[in-house]
Structure formats: structure tokens, C-alpha cells
């Protein structure tokens, strides 16, 4: 057998290396989700009215009349627009400490770059699932895990009750349930003469949407194991194309913020997510206002502007279990 020699521990005799690059999770709701930046003043706020998320109506064309209850306005009913999407971006921060030495700030800044390019999946994952700084600063966007409010909204819980218990469903009844919310995502027809519900998930029969299903990662085995994922290169997509976005930055509680029970998690399904990222920026050019004399250290911070958003359409939620 070779021998393993251990080499000197004095640290004089170490030869600095670069260390191993912070790569991120390569299927991520950056590599998913749709990218705009079309405006360079969203940095301070955005809003956009979305299209109707209202089924059509067919109606006979020979009869336009009022008597006719199939045609649109015969009953008084005029059509609503969708409530116009607020949304307030957030600041993703790293810190990174360095030696004051001139050579090693640059290095240090370097490192910072480096750094906040790797975190950031994660950070905008994190808040679209929490909205923790949304709730905190009072800002009017909407997160996945926002608290069942009202019967149909902000966020539909699928999870079937019996006696006041949530019953937890199988990953493929859940996968299903979710599937099949946003194939039907949506609002009824403004006159409701055409309105139905749809019997499994009892959500009003809307025109659809393609969307997302969010998910902590280890629901992706379960899928998977049933063949009912494929890859196309950076994206995970069910048999109908919707992505699956297993975030690093998911935390797999439910609406409200409530834990799952053992073995359990919270899956969500939204419309498509867009996502806007500034290019990272350091905060001051005069890094020594943060020098610290008993350790002879600077702080170099770097910052990005962010914003994860969806157009509201489609927001469903169940709870799975992570096991079959």
C-alpha cells in the first residue's frame, strides 16, 4: 500500500489557488421563467394591467337580441378588466470581507461578482415562494405561499378536506390536481350564461393558461420515477409542457406560511413567471468607510435589483406527499 504523507502545516507554505466557482442549481426558476427587460426604470417599481383571463363566449350571430341570454350584455352584465399588477422589486446583497491590502480588494471584488452571480437563484426563488420583504415593507405583489384569503383567491388550495383535515395527496394525484387547475385557469364568462365548474378541482371553467409548478426538489424524483418528466435542456416539462421549477430557494411550506406535516410538502401552480435582474453593482466606491483597524479588513458589497411576477391568472396550491 502507498504511503500518504501529510505535508507541512505551516500556512507560509500554502500556494493560493482560486477556489471552486459557486456554480447554482442548474434547473432554477432563472432558467425557467420568461426574462423582460424592456424598460430600464422598473428598478423603482413597475406596474401592467394583464389580458383577460375571462372564458370566450359563443353566441348565435342571427340573433342579437336582448332576449337572447346568450349574448354578451343581454342580462346587463358588462365585462370586467383584470386588476392592474403593482409590483416593488427587491435588492439581492453579498457581503465579502477582504484585506485592506490594495491587491486584495480588487481580488475581493472579484470574489463579490463571483458570488452574488451564484446566490442569486436561490434569493429570487426564496422570496417569490415567502415574500418575506414583500410583507415586511407592506408591498402589494403576490408570493406563492400568500395566505387562503378568500374562496377562489389570492392562492386556491386543492387539498382535499374530510372532517376539517387536510388529506395529503399522492405526487401524481397532486401533479393531476395541479395540471388540471391551470388547463382551466381563469374567470368565468362575464354574462355567466356559459359558466361551469369544473368537477375535479370545482374552479370555474376559465380559458387556461401555460404554466409553472413550483416545488421543493426531492418532489422531482417522484415525477420522474413515473416517466411523467422530461428534459429539454435547462427545463424540467410535464407531458403538457408545463415547467417544473424544483427551487433551491423553495421552502415547501403552504399558503399562510403553515408548515406540511412529516413526509409532506406544498406544491404551487401559477401562470408563467417573469423575471427581471439588474446587473450586480457595488454599493460604495469607497470600500475603506467599512475598514475595520482590529482585523485590517474592508467589507466589499455587491447588489442586484430583482423581481419575480406573474400575471395572477392562475395560482393553485396542494399539499403532496413526497412518497408514493
Known sequence: MPVVVGLSSATSRATPIAPPDPTAPVV?????????ADDERWQLGFAFRPYSAAQAETIDMCERTTANGRYPGSNNVRPTNEPRVDYVPFTIVHDEICSALGFQIADGR????TGIVGKTPAAV?????????????GYPQHYLSMPVVTDGGPVVDLTPVVSSARVPQNPLRALGLLEQALSN??????SGSQAHTQVSTGQPM???RRGMIHCTAEMVPQWDGNSL????????????????????????????????????????????IHVRLDDPYFEDDDVFATFDRATNTVVVRVMRTAAAYWDYAAHFAVLAKVEV
Open 28 to 36: 432554477s426558476l432563472l432558467r425557467a421563467a420568461v426574462p423582460d
Open 110 to 113: 472579484d470574489r463579490a461578482l
Open 125 to 137: 426563488e426564496y422570496e417569490l415562494w415567502s415574500g418575506e420583504l414583500a410583507q415586511v415593507k
Open 185 to 190: 385557469a381563469g374567470r368565468a364568462t362575464p
Open 206 to 208: 376559465g380559458p387556461g
Open 229 to 272: 418528466l422530461r428534459r429539454e435542456g435547462n427545463r424540467l416539462l410535464t407531458i403538457l409542457d408545463s415547467i417544473i421549477v424544483p427551487g433551491s430557494g423553495y421552502l415547501g411550506t403552504g399558503p399562510g406560511g403553515i408548515s406540511p406535516p412529516s413526509g409532506c410538502t406544498w406544491v404551487y401552480a401559477t401562470s408563467m
